[in-house]
T-cell receptor, first 112, second 114 residues
């Protein structure tokens, strides 16, 4: 399975600021995914990031709030913009290899 | 609308006994189901999967059962071990969409007591 390095592992941010989360994969993958897990909730897909094209966002998520970059086949970033306390969550990147998702260890974001 | 539901937020089982984790789904078009295990401060790790053309898949101590008519799947762990203590998520997908999107349940926290 792929090894995914995600950073930062956690951060505490002021409301109104932005945080960029990085995800590095040790294999070249076409699709990378960004999920959010709010407290007590399931993992929810934010967007699918394909290299060389615009990210595809799920209902309820917009590019202005969660801009994504995918400069190559092993790297992606997710930015949480203009943060509010409601954005406090765990953010995870993921790739699909051999039929199942492999996840990064997640970024625990707290917005104060 | 929660398409994948895990109605038991937690479960405690004695070491050596069977753990049964349940998952219900609402979309009859889902054709691929997975279970993930998550330890604190780590991302979920893939455990076992099942295609809708099967009703059972076994991998060592882990067996997943699928009841399509009831839209229900379950994960059996036998014998349970203390190292199995984790949060377990079920997930479902529609493989014909080609998008690899997975819909996750809210998770069940399993505690195996020594």
């Amino acid at each position: 399975s792929a090894v995914i390095s995600q950073k930062p592992s956690r951060d505490i941010c002021q409301r109104g600021t932005s945080l960029t989360i990085q995800c590095q994969v040790d294999s070249q993958v076409t699709m990378m995914f960004w999920y959010r897990q709010q407290p007590g909730q399931s993992l929810t897909l934010i967007a699918t990031a394909n290299q060389g094209s615009e990210a595809t966002y799920e209902s309820g998520f917009v590019i202005d709030k969660f801009p994504i970059s995918r400069p190559n086949l092993t790297f992606s970033t997710l930015t949480v913009s203009n943060m509010s306390p409601e954005d406090s969550s765990i953010y995870l990147c993921s790739v699909v290899l051999y039929g199942g998702n492999t996840f990064g260890s997640g970024t625990r974001l707290t917005v104060v | 609308d929660q398409q994948v539901k895990q109605n038991s937020p937690s479960l405690s089982v004695q070491e050596g006994r069977i753990s049964i984790l349940n998952c219900d789904y609402t979309n009859s078009m889902f054709d691929y189901f997975l279970w993930y295990k998550k330890y604190p401060a780590e991302g979920p790790t893939f455990l076992i999967s099942i295609s809708s053309i099967k009703d059972k898949n076994e991998d060592g101590r882990f067996t997943v059962f699928l009841n399509k008519s009831a839209k229900h799947l379950s994960l059996h762990i036998v014998p349970s071990q203390p190292g199995d203590s984790a949060v377990y998520f079920c997930a479902a997908s529609l493989t014909t969409s080609g998008t690899y999107k997975y819909i996750f349940g809210t998770g069940t926290r399993l505690k195996v007591l020594a």
